[in-house]
Structure formats: C-alpha cells, structure tokens
C-alpha cells in the first residue's frame, strides 16, 4: 500500500491525502478493473507519441488537429505543452493549427532555445506560408522572454500576435494584483 500511495505522491498536483485516497479506492477495485487499468497505462505509455508536424501528443504520425481539413492551415498558435493546447480546444473558439514548443525558454533551468522546437516552428512558418501566429504562452518571466524571442525570429516571415492577459471573470478589481491590472489596460479592446 505505501509503495502505491508513493507513485500515486509523483503525480503532478498529487498530494498525500489524495495518493492514499486514490490508493484505497483502487485496491476496492475487482481484479480486473485493476488489470484493465493497468494496461492502459502501459499501452497509452507505448503508444501515444508526438505528431510529426505540431509535437502534440498523438498515436498517429499527425494528431488530429493536423489532419483535420477543416482547420484554418493560415493560423498557428503556439503553446508551451499539450496541456495549454487542450485548454484552447476546450474553449471551442480557435479554429486553426497549433505547435507546441515542449516548454519556455529558462536559462536558470539550463533550458535554452535549442531544446525546444522553435527551428520546426520557424520552418514551418516560412515553408506553409502561414498568414498569423498567435503566441499562448503564460504571463511569466519564461512565457515573456519565449514570446519576445519568438516574435523577433517570426516577425520576417508573418503577422505575430499575443493573447490578451487580463482579469479573470467574476473577479473583483481591487483584489487583482497591480501586473493583472496593468495586463489588462495593454490588452483593451474596442467597444462597438
């Protein structure tokens, strides 16, 4: 039981309590729940890869964003990780292509623009003749400096853009913190 509330514990956003949780529900599972949960893991692990052209996850050699036709091939947003990509998708808004670069640009990580896939999106961009970039990536010192350098690399080739930061809805003004703020006012819009 400890050794399975231990691999539970390495999850991203896992803490104790909820390793040991998901630990008991688990071993109140019949035997073959366990097993069919079991392969799952091992055949998504062996499986699921990254689409040869957006890096997203995929068991396909394009993901199906990719391969969709009735996407917008003018448009590429650019996201950190696939995670950042599903939460546009959830949004049902966008409708064009993605690249997900496989993090942000951190030189106290040792992580520098070399290890993420900024050549392919470059390539890309020049070779499909591509109308717009969006850059989505976070409002951080890392999702700053990735987004600056991008734009410099980008702006030859195509329109660059960057989503607007602001205020969440539902929030309150006073309570939002003087960068939210100042976010806000940059990324105003028009009113019609």
Avoid: W
Avoid at 73 to 91: M, Q
Avoid at 99 to 118: A, F, K, N, R, W
């Amino acid at each position: 039981m400890a050794r399975l509330i231990d691999h539970f514990e390495r999850l991203p956003g896992i803490g104790p309590r909820t390793a040991q949780r998901l630990s008991l529900y688990l071993l109140r599972q019949p035997e073959d729940a366990i097993r069919s949960f079991a392969e799952a893991l091992v055949a998504a692990r062996s499986q699921v890869g990254q689409c040869q052209k957006c890096f997203h996850l995929s068991a396909e050699p394009l993901c199906d964003i990719c391969s969709n036709f009735a996407r917008d091939k003018e448009f590429i947003c650019v996201v950190a990780d696939s995670r950042d990509l599903l939460a546009l998708e959830r949004t049902r808004e966008y409708k064009g292509l993605y690249h997900v670069l496989g993090g942000l640009i951190s030189p106290m990580d040792g992580v520098g623009p070399e290890m993420l896939m900024i050549s392919n999106l470059v390539s890309r961009v020049d070779e499909d003749q591509i109308k717009e970039v969006i850059l989505a990536l976070t409002p951080s010192v890392e999702g700053d400096t990735t987004s600056l350098y991008l734009s410099r690399l980008l702006k030859p080739f195509t329109k660059v853009t960057r989503i607007a930061y602001g205020l969440p809805v539902g929030s309150e003004l006073e309570y939002a913190d003087e960068v939210t703020l100042s976010r806000a006012l940059e990324g105003r819009t028009t009113m019609d």
